[in-house]
């Protein structure tokens, strides 16, 4: 099993930045995909980017231009770089693999955007 630790939330002014950490331990090495996940008040959880082992990404449309994810193997950790921030940017935000292992969701990293 794998246990991801998200960090790097906080609250931030519209169109600043935050840089999300998530550290990943256990058997990591079955996980060729990793992504960021967000969960908005009142909505589902959705995908924001992935990262395959090799370095190929994909992003949600509200997102691409203004959040890059990138992984540091050795570290076994991933990260996501969020610009631009608008208050919509608003969740807890999760890493897990892709496709989803539920038993892996963690506790989350709350990033509020506001004035």
């Known amino acids: 099993q794998v246990r991801f630790v998200e960090s790097g939330g906080g609250l931030v002014q519209p169109g600043g930045s935050l840089r999300l950490s998530c550290a990943a331990s256990?058997?990591?090495?079955?996980?060729?995909?990793i992504g960021w996940y967000r969960q908005a008040p009142g909505k589902e959880r959705e995908l924001v980017a992935a990262?395959?082992?090799?370095?190929?990404?994909n992003y949600a449309d509200s997102v691409k231009g203004r959040f890059t994810i990138s992984r540091d193997n050795a570290k076994n950790t991933v990260y996501l770089q969020m610009n631009s921030l608008k208050p919509e940017d608003t969740a807890v935000y999760y890493c897990?693999?892709?496709?989803?292992?539920?038993?892996?969701w963690g506790q989350g990293t709350q990033v509020t955007v506001s004035s």
């Open positions: 990262i395959s082992s090799g370095g190929s990404t």
């Open positions: 256990g058997s990591t090495f079955s996980i060729n995909t």
């Open positions: 897990n693999a892709d496709p989803v292992i539920m038993r892996n």
